[in-house]
């Protein structure tokens, strides 16, 4: 296929429109869904405030 300067300013077009449409359907689920901590945060922070705690009955070690 050769490329005109017509088939290229439609083929950017096209390209523009689907990176317009998934750039809306990603702010619309940021928008909707909560944010979660990291992968980094969770490993190295432990576990949040909802979780159960961590002891099995034994006392930590002085």
Do not use: C, F
């Amino acid at each position: 296929m050769e490329w005109t300067p017509e088939s290229l300013k439609a083929e950017i077009d096209y390209r523009q429109a689907a990176l317009r449409e998934d750039a809306a359907l990603y702010r619309v689920g940021r928008r909707t869904h909560p944010t979660r901590r990291s992968w980094w945060r969770r490993l190295g922070h432990g576990s949040g405030p909802d979780a159960p705690g961590a002891d099995n009955g034994h006392r930590e070690a002085a």
